[in-house]
């Protein structure tokens, strides 16, 4: 039995090998290797002195550390009432479709098709301001001035999550409609005997069901928005006034603008500590919720 359950284990690990490898290399050698780039100074590349958590606090003493941050987390925010809830929305709304669900499926993925920075780009020509940009030409037609889109502190970072959200809802999307065509038709038939309307069904069948799916999909949307980075980059640039700098796109200025590359190194290590801290705060609330809904 021993000898069995050690060829088990040992061709697991076998198995195993090639990604654990592969991600060793490609995820904790860059990791650890800018936890020590963080605590030297260096000329480009090469470490010269060490001088422990001096680059930390000149990160944290830059003028534009604070507004990267409020921005990223406002960038996070408008994320989740954009770019999360619309979403389930449109899975449910296509699923419960039906005539045409795999016209309006592709319509639903189809931005993914494009590559991202083409994307952004084209939403750059869309959102233009003054009387060169496409919305502001089309408005022009119906009387309405040219707005300042882009250039409105007031509306950057919630036109840059539209983008965002219409550029990546489709996998997600299509994530969430697979998780409703699994639900067990059965539920559906017996609801509708019982009387049940479309929003009933919806609430007590369909939500609950993917509810599970759409906690996971939530912390994966939080880490990707707080990377967010060529989006402002490409449409504001972290303009006007760095009303849309990201924490990202400021860790890309200290390497790529100013080669202060431990000085990206350190707001790299604040940026993976913000997001594991903001991940285990998460799990275990919605641990104790689960344990405080089972007990009830």
């Not at 090998?17 to 030297?40: G, H, N, T």
């Not at 065509?181 to 939500?207: F, K, Q, V």
Request: aromatic share 14%.
């Amino acid at each position: 039995m021993n000898r069995d359950k050690f060829k088990k284990t040992a061709t697991a690990w076998l198995i195993m090998a090639p990604s654990l490898i592969l991600f060793a290399f490609f995820v904790w050698e860059p990791l650890l290797e800018s936890i020590r780039l963080s605590l030297y100074t260096a000329k480009g590349i090469r470490l010269q002195a060490f001088v422990g958590l001096g680059n930390y606090f000149s990160v944290f003493q830059q003028p534009d550390f604070l507004p990267a941050i409020l921005n990223t987390v406002s960038y996070t925010i408008w994320s989740l009432i954009i770019g999360f809830f619309i979403l389930i929305i449109i899975a449910v709304l296509v699923t419960e479709t039906v005539h045409l669900k795999s016209f309006f499926r592709m319509g639903v993925y189809f931005p993914n098709i494009m590559p991202g920075m083409a994307a952004v780009m084209m939403w750059g020509f869309l959102l233009k301001p003054g009387k060169l940009g496409v919305l502001n030409i089309i408005f022009s037609w119906i009387g309405i001035q040219p707005l300042n889109w882009l250039t409105n502190p007031l509306w950057t970072i919630p036109l840059i999550v539209a983008t965002l959200t219409w550029k990546n809802a489709g996998t997600t999307a299509l994530i969430y409609m697979a998780a409703v065509d699994s639900i067990n038709p059965e539920l559906y038939e017996a609801a509708a005997i019982d009387g049940a309307r479309t929003w009933a069904r919806i609430r007590y069948i369909t939500i609950p069901h993917i509810f599970g799916l759409g906690k996971t999909l939530l912390i994966l949307q939080i880490i990707s928005v707080f990377q967010i980075l060529y989006e402002p980059l490409v449409l504001t640039n972290g303009g006007p006034n760095n009303a849309s700098i990201s924490i990202m796109q400021l860790v890309f200025k200290y390497a790529f603008q100013d080669f202060n590359y431990p000085g990206a190194a350190a707001l790299s290590v604040i940026i993976c500590f913000i997001l594991v801290i903001l991940t285990a705060v998460y799990f275990k609330v919605t641990k104790f919720k689960e344990a405080d809904g089972g007990a009830n």
